[in-house]
């Protein structure tokens, strides 16, 4: 056993309950409890004089772009502040006036910190300068740069194959950045680039690029003022992209409609008050959802088959429901699909669904004559051994309406970290793409290997079995984001080295290598300056819009450097002078790397000039109905099968969730304000009916069990809440509950860790 596995870590933090508060559910989300919870951690953070610099340059032009979600900017965004409660948050976290220097490294082991809680964790601050934790060692200790980075070069040189390494990415990073890692990686040897996509989003890249030809959504967010009828399904806007709330709020405006389907009835699509607006701040605010199908989990598919089977009566009994002439001339396997439809009973779709029959009719008839469909997602369809199966049937009802390559319909898919989209569209990627290799090697002058790499839950397998001994992570915090915590964090301590670009302490920085390295970055909001000149980063949003970021903050350390310039003098301490590539000079300067983005990256041409101000949309095959590159040149439809659980009658189906006071595996605070649940993350929403069928009272505590493959999880100690949930589902927060999550259980093709339906039975403690 290594000197490593004989520290007294813990994988998960403390499982202490910090005194639960609770209350009724929110029945409209913003308004001025958000403003002035939004103040109030501004103020903690930042102070005054920080946070009246940095908002009012928060997603503007000349500006930076928000470091939380990838929601785009309107063209012209608002005066008052083009910013929601959780990216006041996300800012306050990154310019936080707390530091973790060396004195805290010597103050605290390794071991002390693996106890803290991830608030804790989080709440520690900005780290300053790069750190070491040798082999056997408890502590961290200051290292130069030109040391750590010798270190990687050294580790990167012993391996016998570049496959025992892994670069994992995060969606924070820029395009700049993320260009050169994998350009990095490639060099190296390898396609080994997991990406944290693999962990949210994969299901709807897959999807979407086998039906339409793109990973990405359609739409722009000029499309919401525009659209008819906006599903939202499987998402919580109110909480993890509270912008799209002000599009919503636009297109009830202007006559559409709202249709939610979710297991939960979320605060933020039952009413919005606007913040901006006297009827925000002093009237109701604006009443969003018409429709909400509160459907059981991952029963989407039955629910929307239910849909399209009552659509298909009215378009045989009245017509003018389905787009002939879209169909004939765009699409392929029209046939197939209708028959399929046929072959399902209506009333068993229904009950699978979990939805009552008149909510469904209600929905059918707001779809039936209507054209303009936009269909929004997130994990709450892609997390599911079925995840690109669903997005699939969203694509059939969207094709079978002609609602794509026109105003106000397309498809929607809701991504998570900032600029995740952007680093997937710059090479960030664990497959082989022919045509970047051939622009790669054109440019660059070396053969980039042509083998497929890992994705995160095959990289994390490989280094569970010692296949893969080096793990260099581009932000985040692979090991709470991850499924399997435990098996998770075995499978970094069996490596050698461990190295994270981060900006602040996280749980990553715990659960290392026999050796491990924190290499400390700029943030998002600060100044990235070289030789007296103000350089700035692009990013690219949700919808597909590219556009520039630029800090203006002092630093919170002179020691800092910027991602890209760390990957440089990795590559240049690796590679040294002898390659056709000069890293440290191509990494110091931004226009040069988009220059190279522009030459190997189609639709990125001259990226610097096009990129100031709002910016500019990168080519979408779907806004111009060209399926060229699908079979027969169409747009697919597609059979997609039921989902297949088959719980015992003691088990459950679990959703992992976020709360208010979190993004991703940051925790911001421990409320979750719109759900009603204060001071607490280790609690499980569950109906009341069970409650009482399992014996059970509020905030009793619970133990819960996952079995797969004979293989038990247990996730311990979580308080009982009653909720407005379907009969036979839980829900409870992420990363706590990661730990029930398998590793070997994930959705076909895309692989994403089955994190919305989790089989779990439930003891009382």
């Given at each position: 056993m290594s000197d490593q596995k004989k520290r007294n870590l813990s994988i998960l933090g403390t499982d202490a309950f910090t005194g639960i508060k609770t209350q009724a559910p929110a029945q409209y989300a913003a308004g001025i409890p958000a403003v002035k919870v939004a103040i109030q951690h501004a103020m903690k953070e930042m102070g005054l004089v920080k946070a009246a610099k940095v908002l009012p340059k928060m997603n503007q032009k000349e500006g930076f772009d928000c470091p939380g979600c990838a929601w785009p900017d309107p063209e012209k965004p608002s005066k008052l502040g083009e910013y929601c409660e959780n990216g006041v948050k996300a800012i306050a976290e990154e310019a936080t006036q707390q530091t973790v220097d060396r004195d805290f490294f010597a103050k605290h082991s390794v071991e002390e910190l693996s106890h803290w809680s991830d608030y804790q964790i989080g709440k520690a601050g900005r780290l300053t300068e790069p750190m070491l934790l040798r082999a056997g060692s408890t502590h961290y200790e200051p290292i130069s740069w030109e040391a750590a980075y010798e270190q990687v070069a050294k580790s990167l040189t012993e391996l016998i194959h570049p496959d025992q390494a892994i670069f994992y990415t995060s969606g924070r990073s820029s395009n700049e950045a993320a260009f050169l890692y994998g350009l990095f990686a490639r060099a190296f040897g390898t396609n080994n680039m997991p990406d944290c996509s693999n962990m949210c989003h994969e299901s709807s890249g897959v999807a979407l690029g086998e039906t339409l030809g793109i990973g990405k959504g359609s739409v722009t967010l000029?499309?919401?003022?525009?659209?008819?009828?906006?599903?939202?399904?499987?998402?919580?806007?109110?909480?993890?992209?509270?912008?799209?709330?002000?599009?919503?709020?636009?297109?009830?405006?202007?006559?559409?409609?709202?249709?939610?389907?979710?297991?939960?009835?979320?605060?933020?699509?039952?009413?919005?008050?606007?913040?901006?607006?006297?009827?925000?701040?002093?009237?109701?605010?604006?009443?969003?959802?018409?429709?909400?199908?509160?459907?059981?989990?991952?029963?989407?598919?039955?629910?929307?088959?239910?849909?399209?089977?009552?659509?298909?009566?009215?378009?045989?009994?009245?017509?003018?429901?389905?787009?002939?002439?879209?169909?004939?001339?765009?699409?392929q396997g029209y046939e197939p699909l209708i028959a399929d439809i046929d072959t399902y009973d209506l009333s068993s779709l229904i009950e699978q669904s979990g939805v009552a029959v008149e909510k469904i009719t209600a929905a059918v008839q707001l779809l039936a004559k209507r054209k303009k469909i936009i269909v929004c997602w997130a994990m709450g369809l892609t997390q599911h051994k079925n995840g690109v199966a669903n997005i699939k049937e969203c694509v059939n009802l969207l094709l079978l309406k002609g609602s794509l390559g026109k105003p106000g319909a397309g498809t929607c898919p809701v991504r998570g970290h900032s600029n995740v989209q952007g680093d997937r569209t710059v090479g960030i990627m664990h497959h082989v793409s022919p045509v970047l290799n051939q622009a790669?090697?054109?440019?660059?002058?070396?053969?980039?290997?042509?083998?497929?790499?890992?994705?995160?839950?095959?990289?994390?397998?490989?280094?569970?079995?010692?296949?893969?001994?080096?793990?260099?992570?581009?932000?985040?915090?692979?090991?709470?984001?991850?499924?399997?915590?435990?098996?998770?964090?075995?499978?970094?301590?069996?490596?050698?080295?461990?190295?994270?670009?981060?900006?602040?302490?996280?749980?990553?920085?715990?659960?290392?290598?026999?050796?491990?390295?924190?290499?400390?970055?700029?943030?998002?909001?600060?100044?990235?300056?070289?030789?007296?000149?103000?350089?700035?980063?692009?990013?690219?949003?949700?919808?597909?819009?590219?556009?520039?970021?630029?800090?203006?903050?002092?630093?919170?350390?002179?020691?800092?450097?910027?991602?890209?310039?760390?990957?440089?003098?990795?590559?240049?301490?690796?590679?040294?002078?002898?390659?056709?590539?000069?890293?440290?000079?191509?990494?110091?300067?931004?226009?040069?790397?988009?220059?190279?983005?522009?030459?190997?990256?189609?639709?990125?041409?001259?990226?610097?000039?096009?990129?100031?101000?709002?910016?500019?949309?990168?080519?979408?095959?779907?806004?111009?109905?060209?399926?060229?590159?699908?079979?027969?040149?169409?747009?697919?439809?597609?059979?997609?099968?039921?989902?297949?659980?088959?719980?015992?009658?003691?088990?459950?189906?679990?959703?992992?969730?976020?709360?208010?006071?979190?993004?991703?595996?940051?925790?911001?605070?421990?409320?979750?304000?719109?759900?009603?649940?204060?001071?607490?993350?280790?609690?499980?929403?569950?109906?009341?009916?069970?409650?009482?069928?399992?014996?059970?009272?509020?905030?009793?505590?619970?133990?819960?069990?996952?079995?797969?493959?004979?293989?038990?999880r247990i996730a311990h100690k979580f308080l009982v809440i009653p909720y407005n949930i379907p009969k036979g589902n839980l829900a409870a927060y992420f990363p706590e509950t990661n730990v029930l999550i398998p590793h070997d259980q994930y959705a076909d093709k895309s692989h994403t860790p089955i994190s919305k339906s989790i089989k779990v039975r439930i003891k009382l403690v």
């Open positions: 000029d499309d919401f003022d525009q659209a008819e009828v906006v599903m939202v399904i499987g998402q919580n806007p109110g909480t993890n992209h509270p912008r799209m709330l002000s599009a919503l709020q636009k297109c009830k405006e202007n006559g559409g409609k709202v249709i939610s389907i979710n297991p939960l009835e979320e605060a933020g699509l039952i009413r919005f008050k606007n913040p901006q607006e006297i009827k925000g701040v002093l009237g109701g605010g604006q009443a969003l959802t018409d429709i909400h199908l509160q459907v059981k989990i991952n029963q989407d598919i039955p629910l929307l088959k239910a849909i399209l089977k009552q659509l298909l009566h009215i378009e045989r009994t009245e017509g003018d429901v389905f787009d002939h002439d879209f169909i004939q001339q765009y699409t790669i090697q054109k440019t660059f002058g070396f053969t980039p290997p042509d083998h497929q790499g890992f994705d995160t839950v095959h990289a994390i397998q490989a280094m569970h079995q010692k296949k893969a001994s080096v793990f260099i992570a581009l932000g985040g915090n692979f090991v709470s984001a991850a499924s399997d915590s435990m098996y998770t964090a075995t499978a970094l301590q069996n490596c050698k080295l461990t190295v994270q670009i981060s900006t602040k302490l996280n749980r990553s920085h715990l659960i290392t290598g026999e050796t491990a390295l924190i290499l400390p970055t700029l943030g998002r909001s600060e100044m990235d300056q070289k030789n007296g000149k103000r350089r700035f980063f692009t990013v690219e949003n949700s919808m597909g819009k590219v556009h520039q970021s630029k800090g203006l903050l002092s630093p919170i350390s002179n020691t800092l450097q910027s991602e890209p310039e760390i990957i440089g003098n990795i590559a240049h301490a690796y590679f040294g002078e002898k390659h056709t590539i000069a890293w440290k000079t191509l990494s110091e300067d931004y226009d040069q790397i988009r220059q190279k983005i522009a030459a190997v990256i189609k639709g990125c041409e001259n990226i610097t000039q096009r990129s100031q101000g709002t910016g500019f949309y990168l080519p979408n095959n779907v806004r111009t109905l060209d399926f060229s590159k699908l079979p027969n040149g169409k747009a697919q439809f597609t059979c997609c099968d039921l989902p297949q659980h088959h719980l015992e009658q003691d088990e459950f189906l679990l959703m992992t969730i976020r709360s208010h006071d979190q993004f991703n595996t940051t925790i911001y605070g421990l409320d979750d304000r719109y759900r009603g649940i204060y001071n607490e993350r280790r609690i499980v929403l569950i109906h009341p009916d069970d409650m009482k069928t399992h014996g059970l009272t509020k905030l009793d505590t619970i133990d819960m069990m996952s079995i797969y493959n004979g293989q038990q």
